[in-house]
């Protein structure tokens, strides 16, 4: 079974400052796709970014960006230039593939952007 | 085009009573997703659908837990004989398959109360 652990459950940040959450996973699977989901207090899950596990190259979308490392089993979201918006709770999500496609969470990280 | 919508956003029954949850995933996706949120804890799968069929059931945490979904839209979660432990945020999300690696587009949840 797969696990994925966020060891950070709270985090603080003043905006326009640069942030990195924590994820590793632990897998037995040599292809799968990581995620990272906001969760804003609408409950409302946003995707922010994903990644394929055999591309080596880190995504990157806008201000946020991830260093996985896959020998390491580790896959974390760099936050760039903070702003308050990102405000939110944010999980790490691992998918594998087995007929169709489920997502393994991590507990979460609540991120705290402050003026 | 619209998103994944989910209703009722909020729920308070007492104890023993049945409550039907509902989610119309985003239109044309195939694949949709029934997910548990307890407080402190990630996000919990319960069942996934593909088109009316439900293959993977085994997150259903007891046969008081059910759901079907009809003419490959909607879907409905039905938990009878509520219990306080069941109190949790119910999230429903799709994808347009259920391929390795799509996407799951989430809904705002619906928040069970059980008093």
């Known amino acids: 079974a797969q696990t994925v652990t966020q060891s950070q459950p709270e985090m603080s940040v003043q905006e326009a400052e640069t942030v990195t959450l924590s994820c590793t996973y632990d897998t037995s699977e040599n292809n799968y796709y990581l995620f990272w989901y906001k969760q804003p207090p609408s409950r409302q899950m946003i995707l922010v970014i994903r990644q394929e596990a055999y591309k080596q190259q880190n995504a990157t979308e806008n201000r946020f960006s991830v260093n996985f490392q896959k020998a390491a089993k580790s896959f974390s979201l760099k936050i760039s230039d903070s702003q308050l918006g990102d405000t939110a709770m944010y999980f790490c999500a691992f998918m594998k593939y087995s007929g169709y496609s489920t997502l393994t969470f991590g507990k979460g990280t609540m991120l705290l952007v402050s003026p | 085009g619209a998103g994944v919508s989910q209703s009722p956003s909020n729920k308070v029954t007492e104890k023993g009573k049945d409550v039907e949850l509902r989610c119309d995933p985003i239109s044309g996706h195939t694949a949709l997703y029934w997910y548990r949120q307890s407080l402190g804890q990630g996000l919990e799968f319960l069942i996934y659908?593909?088109?009316?069929?439900?293959?993977?059931k085994s997150g259903l945490p007891s046969d008081r837990f059910s759901a079907e979904r009809t003419g490959g839209s909607v879907s409905t979660l039905t938990i009878q004989r509520t219990q306080q432990e069941d109190s949790a945020v119910y999230l429903c999300a799709s994808s347009l398959e259920a391929r390795f690696g799509d996407t799951q587009y989430f809904g705002p949840g619906t928040r069970l109360t059980v008093l």
């Open positions: 659908f593909q088109g009316n069929s439900a293959p993977d």
